[in-house]
């Protein structure tokens, strides 16, 4: 028989298993928050993203490094607007040509207020 009454709790007549977060909603979230950092040249996230973010973004300065029709449609693959995939090419890629690699910076500013999570602030550091 099926359970009627409680849906999300764990024991008798409850959930079975509960849905996680799984590998496509960790990308989608990281691909919203690389745009938010083209378009906005900041962004605070917790501590555990801060490693992919930084990972992501750096791969895209590299692409728009190159700046060549394979490496934009690479690029387009994983920024969400036009807006921002136009600014990653022509003022992120040429503004870091002189270095190699090291291009996002990352500062700790303490706890959430709500959860307790490490929260970081990261950004290009040229800026």
Sequence with gaps: MAAQGRKNVHGKA??????GYTA???KAMLRN?????????EVKVTSGVTKELKQLADHLVTLAKRNDLHARRLAAQTVRS???????????????ASRNGGYTRSFKLG???GDSAEVTLVRWSDR
């Design 24 to 26: 496509s909603k960790n």
């Design 33 to 41: 928050v690389v745009t938010d950092l083209i378009v906005h040249e």
């Design 82 to 96: 036009e807006e921002a995939l136009k600014k990653l090419f022509a003022e992120i890629g040429p503004r870091m």
């Design 111 to 113: 706890e959430r207020r």
């Design 14 to 19: 409850g959930v079975r298993f509960k849905t």
